[in-house]
């Protein structure tokens, strides 16, 4: 494998803007600034605290994965975004209610100095949401040639170097692919007619792709994973990933599925409830939503799986996966999986799985490692899908006609293996028959 281009090095400042100062968004800035005033540790962001071997175990290479690869530092990273609430990043992480009011007051300045600028939305999309602080325009390319004026704007007023796009936006209301989707030409003119078939997270899609910013898709909308998007991020070199941070119910998926698939134990039924709060939860109450968070919380286990390949043991599984809101969770998420699994000579057996989990703390170090993994790769030079990247997403986006890998395992291995080609680094495929031979 041919190695990948020098890497440009981390100079100046990061821009990091997120579409959305909700839950997810506030408590990725306040936990950004008070890691770095030394309030709090980066814990389950890779980038932060994640090694990587190097070589063969007995060369004892382990670094941290922030000082094998030229990642852009905490300390030089600028937040800002769009909201369609006028409330600062501190009201606005106050109005979430994931982190103790105690934390948010010691870092209370820096948080107010972030404003959200107003945002591209239209309810059609998000039928449970409605905010005052939203754009207007005589048409979407109006609205888009806004967003990219912000984009312009901010990195400049910020004096950023670079700038990254992280969509932390509510969950749209389901799309499939349309004529409107297949080329850019017929995008741009879908633009300046207005087109339904354009919700508002391509827009802001369009405009970052447009300035050839790094863009990740944290919600399942059919966003960046379209021709139109894939030919403009091909013409700007601009790196994708996406679609669907993976946190609670689906992250346990995918460690406890490849585990029963490696020793081939058959499974009959997997059966998926949550119960949760904050806007996410109001806005998957809606049926037209929460269809499309639905598709991307079940094709995982498909794809683990492989019912072609072991029908015996999975062709009949029988996928349930319910969404329920539950105001008085607030951010605790609380997923409840039933398994009904299979093992020696048919005999049935049963796994259990409570997870009180807190969705935004879950999703945090998700988004900051993807941002700072997407600057990574357009200084390196890799433009378009980073499957690499698909570790943190519920649904990857990959190319067309070939399957995505879920395992979480795999995805890790491809992940630091990406690292390692960077950096021209041996490959590490774990046989290990150096040691022996």
Known sequence: MKQASEIAPAEGKLGILLVGLGAVSTTTIAGVIAI????????????????????????????????????????????????????????AACTAGVLERSLLDSIRPELEKIKPMPAVFDQRYVKRLSGPNVKKGKNKKDLADQ????IRNFKKQHNCNRMVMVWCGSTEVYMKEGPVHQSLAAFEKGLELSDDSIPSSMVYAYAALKEGLPSANAAPNLTADIPAMLELAAQTKAPLAGNDMKTGQTLIKTIIAPGLKAR???????????????????????????????????????????????????KDLSHVVRINYYPPRGDNKEGWDNIDIVGWLGYPMQLKINFLCRDSILAAPIVIDSALFLDLAKRAGMSGIQEWLSFYFKAPMHAKDLYPEHDLFIQLMKLKNTLRYMKGED??????????D
């Open 36 to 91: 770095r005033k030394g309030l709090a540790q980066p814990i389950g962001s890779l980038t932060q605290m994640g090694h990587i071997r190097l070589g063969k175990r007995t060369e004892n290479r382990s670094p941290k994965i922030n000082e094998f690869v030229p990642l852009a530092r905490l300390d030089d990273v600028v937040f800002g975004g769009w909201d369609i609430f006028e409330e600062d990043c501190y009201a």
């Open 147 to 150: 967003l990219i004026a912000d």
């Open 264 to 314: 081939l134990i058959g499974v009959r039924g997997w059966y998926s409830t949550n119960i949760l709060s904050n806007r996410d939860g109001e806005v998957l109450d809606d049926p037209e939503s929460f269809k499309t968070k639905e598709e991307s919380k079940k094709s995982a286990l498909d794809y683990i799986f492989q019912p072609h390949l072991y029908p015996e043991l999975y």
């Open 427 to 436: 490959m590490i495929t774990h046989l290990g028959r150096e040691y022996y």
